[in-house]
């Protein structure tokens, strides 16, 4: 990485949130902040790296906001005075304020932690906040969060003006609520974490690393968002999200084989997961559940621990065969109570028939047609349950529906291959 | 400061047709809110049932009357508070004390010039 994108790595979100909290104007600090970019990627190479990254590049976006403000002052003759007064008020600050010390967490972590309340916010579609903190609070490109949630770069570039037009003219504030709201609040970021972590995994077409990759960025917010102080830290949603994702994230290189098509797990090559971040994923899920057992305070908390309760087992098994399917189906139980899911009753099914009851997962099955009516997953599990006992006239029909509503090529042909091979 | 239109919103005829005890709390309900938010409260009212209602459009030069809502909805405007506040938050935080019966929007109020209050 060049120098220059480990600073915006580092500070993008921290800056930006001093910014917006010493401008209190959120567009205008997020293209000036953008800008100062630009000027030292194109300065630094040439001038060499300032003493002070952060501090140059605070000074360099104040600027620019002073001189936007300007601008409008001379434009709106109606009000010069007003932005007279608030063009004194920055230059002021540009002078008596310390600028940002480098590499110290606790400074502007609560400007950090108001910057990502505000991107999260409740009053924000959670698709609108999820993209809305990536380009706040970590300096995601529009272009690469139009490639993670797979909508065209203009699409994504409206729907981010329209999240950061609905956030100013709605009066969302650049605040950490009361004591009572704040793990409401923290709640609604790990769901926008989330959101947006998912989003890498869903299938998309050909770019299925780099989406992975982007995945990796809800991992960096939450870290971010934790090191932001106690009540974050402490907010138990946060810490089982962080564990999942972590789980989860660390068997990406394993999902991608070499033709860049989708390793499914019990296929995977165990040696190229991620060995530290699953240490790290376990860690921090026993310290949850050791303290608290999986009946959490927080309904939120307890659907993310048995989640990564789950992954955590696929961690711990040397090979797919070695794997614990009754644990697992077990903690699949556990989560359909908790949320009445039909996903979860369908990956539950799937859980009870590895653990070797063909019988109750078709069961399990059964009622879940109405639920799920699009699903070609719910056909594809049946038909393979009905196969592995021995029905193959009811398991090819499944699979025909199956083939039916599959809307991925190579999974259409995948269970085309599966059916002619029971048919026979 | 931004002021805040609060719209009340909810099935018609709730409140006539509850027992007793439920309009009290409810009822209570708002005096609380009105306590709470005091003076940053512009304004509010309760509104008469959509039967009552009137609505004017001019097509071509003419005044059209029709009987009934603007719109048909699964939730009817009950009521109002004109409010002003900080931020949204804090709106957030008053309509909480409201009775748990309406869908509430909020909606913020933009300043146009040359329109003095």
Redesign the interface.
Known sequence: MEPIEVVWRDEWGRLLALLVAQTRRLDLAEDALADAFERAARSWPDAGMPDNPPAWLMTAAKRRVLDRLRAEAVAAK?QPLLAVEEVKRLEGLGRDTPLVPRGTRPAGSDDLLRLVLLAA?P?LSQEAGAALTLRLVLGVSTADIARLFLVPEPTMAARLTRARKKVV?????L?I??DE?LPQRLETVARVAYLAFTAGYAPGSGEGVLRAELSGEAIRLVHLVRATGRAAADNSALQALLALMLLQHARRDARVGADGSLVLLPEQDRSTWHRDEIDEGMALLGELVGTRGVTLESALAAEYVLQALIAAEHARATSAADTDWLTIADYYRQLEDLTGSPVVRLNRAVAVAEAGDLTGALGLLDGLEEALPHSHRLPAVRAELLARAGRHTEAVAAFDLAIERCANARERQQLAARRNRVAT | MTKYLVLLAGSEGEWENADPADRERWHRAHVTFGREVGAAILGGEALDGTDTATTLRRRGGSVELTDGPYAETAEYLGGFYLLEAADLDQVVKWCALLPEIYSIEIRPCIQIEGMTD
Request: cysteine-free; glycine content about 8%; overall charge neutral.
């Open positions: 109606k916010h009053a003219a709605a009066g969302v504030p605040a609520p009361d709201v």
